[in-house]
């Protein structure tokens, strides 16, 4: 068991464990960041410019 090697393999896979939610929890929130602003457009805030080719060209 972990708590056989000492308090230091503890910490090693604590520290391992923190890294791994960290990594979890910032890929859900990019995900969930990406799908609200595919569904909801108007999330991303209002737009000051042209932001496609075609806004490019019909402006021109």
Same mark, same amino acid.
């Given at each position: 068991? &972990?708590?056989?090697? =000492? +308090? ?9 464990? *923190?890294?791994? #939610? /960290? *990594?979890? $929890?910032? #890929?859900?929130?990019? &995900? #969930?960041? $990406?799908? &609200?602003?595919? &569904?909801?457009? @108007?999330?991303? =805030?209002?737009? $000051?410019?042209? @932001? @496609? %080719? %075609? +806004? /490019?060209? $019909? @402006? +021109?």
């Amino acid at each position: 068991m &972990i708590l056989e090697h =000492g +308090d230091e393999s503890l910490v090693t896979v604590a520290t391992y464990a *923190c890294f791994l #939610a /960290k *990594c979890a $929890v910032t #890929a859900f929130f990019t &995900i #969930a960041y $990406v799908y &609200i602003t595919e &569904i909801f457009p @108007s999330a991303r =805030g209002p737009r $000051v410019g042209p @932001s @496609s %080719w %075609w +806004d /490019k060209r $019909v @402006s +021109d």
